[in-house]
């Protein structure tokens, strides 16, 4: 089976593709349908959107032109970071629902446990009333699974160790890429056995012109976006790679070769010169 197919299973039992597509930053209309038609014809079978990208209504046009059936991709949306209650998380869900023109989709999270306009401060009760409208959600069939994004491991604790507490986050969506691999984070996700997905896999584009990792994928005959995003997959780890161009697109959907254990430790000890990571663990 190709690696692009490949899946891996949540804690709920659903099965989720190894590969996912991201379509941040790509324009809602033409940009975002292209994309994403492209990305299921190359294969992909995982379309990430968020209703913060302003782009779902595109995503689910080109879900309903493609010629693969619904049940066949998974599709996963963003509750806005900004709402933080019962209330808006059950409306912020239908009209993300309505945009997409889906009866369900395959996974529900929440964006971010604090709004962007304020990175890093406490929304604990929050957060678990927001959880308890997830729990609603996915008990009515129309979110297969429920996760959360940007949540570092003390958030995850809030959830986790409240008794309110009656569906496991599924995923969480978390910067990850060669350098910048989160440790405490995917740490505390395993130990509660919820799937990381990496967001930025290719640090936004930053890790293209990385000599040490040029020198690594000479060695396996792949460029570096390639070798980037089978190191994530080794690792346990669902890569979201956003790309616009169709070369790119197809490019990240061949991940069929073996990085061996050496190199794989090379890669896991590298440091992110750049420090590109705004979301700290
Ligand atoms: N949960 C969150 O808070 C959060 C935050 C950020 C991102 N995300 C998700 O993660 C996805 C990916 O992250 P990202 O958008 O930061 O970017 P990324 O996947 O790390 O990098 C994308 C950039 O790399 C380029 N690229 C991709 N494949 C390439 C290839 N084979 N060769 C050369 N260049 C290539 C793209 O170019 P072109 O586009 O020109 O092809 C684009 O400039 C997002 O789209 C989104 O779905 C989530």
């Given at each position: 089976m190709a690696t692009i197919t490949e899946t891996f299973t949540l804690n709920n039992g659903l099965k989720m593709p190894k590969v996912g597509f991201g379509t941040w930053q790509t324009r809602p209309g033409k940009e975002t349908y292209d994309a994403v038609s492209n990305a299921l014809k190359a294969g992909y079978r995982f379309i990430d959107t968020a209703k913060a990208y302003r782009n779902e209504k595109s995503v689910g046009e080109a879900l309903h032109d493609a010629d693969v059936a619904r049940e066949d991709v998974f599709v996963q949306t963003k509750l806005p970071a900004e709402t933080k209650s019962y209330d808006g998380t059950m409306a912020d869900f239908d009209s993300s629902l309505a945009a997409l023109d889906l009866d369900y989709v395959d996974s529900y999270i929440i964006?971010?446990?604090?709004p962007w306009a304020q990175m890093g401060s406490n929304h604990d009760a929050e957060n678990r009333e927001v959880w308890r409208a997830m729990q609603d959600i996915y008990k009515s069939g129309r979110a297969k699974s429920v996760g959360v994004s940007n949540f570092n491991s003390a958030d995850l604790e809030n959830l986790l160790t409240w008794d309110g507490l009656t569906v496991t986050p599924a995923v969480d969506q978390i910067q990850y890429y060669v350098g910048h691999t989160q440790a405490t984070i995917v740490r505390t996700a395993k130990a509660n056995q919820i799937v990381v997905q990496a967001y930025s896999p290719l640090a936004t584009g930053g890790l293209l012109a990385n000599a040490d990792l040029a020198k690594l994928a000479a060695k396996y005959q792949v460029s570096v976006p390639q070798l980037a995003l089978r190191f994530i997959i080794q690792n346990g780890v669902a890569p979201l790679p956003k790309a616009r161009a169709m070369a790119h697109v197809e490019a990240n959907a061949q991940l069929d070769f073996e990085i061996d254990d050496q190199d794989m430790a090379t890669m896991n000890a590298m440091v992110d010169r750049d420090s590109y990571h705004p979301v700290g663990d």
């Open positions: 964006h971010a446990p604090w």
